[in-house]
């Protein structure tokens, strides 16, 4: 029922429940950052479930949530519950930089998250560091762990491979992911704010024809509705995945749109377009109205970002976008 004007359907949405963060990775939010949102402004559990609701019954069936880091919301699970009983929603995800996930993997699976995604740019301690900017190496590697004891399958873990920094890591985290039966996503960086232009781009289509030699790889695709393109050992036990924004974007399959903590929705992760929901919420629009206001704004969702032809264009982080 959510098609744009260039005949993409949209069924998944990405959903940010704070734009706080325990990490200051390099890529996306500066040390020192004071620009989050007043916690008044955020949407509370109430008016998120009724927004996510609208969106189910227009034909929305993935939910992820995201940041900042999202486990940083308090009673996350029990939002993550209501969300999973909602008619029309399918798969409830979330992303998380797993430095809190030991002591919730347990709630967040009972609560129906069908899916992890956690971020993970080194295997050494000391990078891990450098990177996030925080000593964090053994509480994400304790929270895969308890990711695993509780029974998520098929966790993701997202590497953002840049140039200089961490690319001599790429063939070790591979080798990490098979051994943990980990799904490996390479990330490229995106000229998202000063951080994101900062950072130290690495082209991952070389990357992806020289690991398919050396593990004999083949391509492959996986359920989840996200931009990846996979390639896959050719018994199925393992798969890689690489976001490839700037050397060969993915725009033309589309399938999602992003809520910032606030309501608003945003139509492109590249591109400033966006409808201010959240207002409507607290003015008591009908649900009637709230849908409308999302239809009328996927009828304006650009055709594709401009990351390449305009780099500079972008001044909000990440994470104030919503993952």
């Not at 109430?46 to 939910?63: M, P």
């Not at 985290?173 to 704010?193: C, D, K, N, Q, S």
């Not at 070389?206 to 398919?212: D, E, G, I, N, T």
């Not at 050396?214 to 050719?234: F, M, T």
């Amino acid at each position: 029922m959510l098609v744009d004007p260039f005949g993409r359907s949209i069924e998944y949405v990405r959903l940010s429940v704070t734009d706080r963060c325990d990490l200051r990775c390099t890529y996306c939010m500066p040390e020192g950052f004071q620009g989050f949102e007043e916690p008044g402004h955020w949407l509370n559990f109430a008016e998120i479930e009724r927004l996510i609701g609208a969106f189910g019954r227009l034909g929305v069936k993935r939910v992820r949530m995201t940041g900042g880091e999202p486990l940083l919301r308090r009673n996350l699970p029990q939002l993550a519950a209501r969300l999973s009983a909602l008619p029309g929603i399918e798969d409830l995800s979330l992303s998380t930089n797993a430095t809190q996930l030991a002591r919730h993997a347990q709630a967040l699976k009972d609560a129906g998250v069908s899916r992890l995604n956690v971020s993970l740019d080194s295997l050494r301690p000391e990078r891990v560091a450098q990177i996030n900017g925080r000593d964090v190496f053994s509480r994400i590697m304790a929270g895969l762990e308890a990711a695993h004891r509780v029974g998520f399958e098929r966790i993701k873990l997202n590497m953002v491979a840049m140039a200089g920094v961490n690319d001599d890591e790429i063939d070790a985290m591979v080798e990490f992911a098979m051994r943990g039966h980990y799904i490996l996503r390479l990330i490229e960086t995106m000229p998202m704010g000063d951080t994101g232009r900062a950072s130290s781009f690495l082209d991952l289509q070389p990357v992806k024809a020289r690991l398919a030699e050396k593990y004999g790889l083949v391509e492959a695709s996986l359920a989840g509705g996200g931009p990846a393109r996979y390639l896959g050992s050719p018994d199925g036990r393992f798969n890689i995945g690489f976001i490839t924004p700037l050397s060969q974007h993915f725009c033309g399959t589309c399938n999602r749109v992003r809520v910032a903590v606030d309501g608003t929705l945003y139509l492109c992760l590249g591109q400033d377009d966006k409808a201010e929901l959240g207002p409507l919420l607290r003015a008591g629009a009908s649900d009637a109205e709230i849908e409308q206001a999302i239809l009328n704004a996927v009828a304006r969702k650009p055709e594709r970002h401009e990351f390449r032809e305009a780099p500079q264009k972008l001044v909000r982080f990440m994470s104030m976008t919503g993952g």
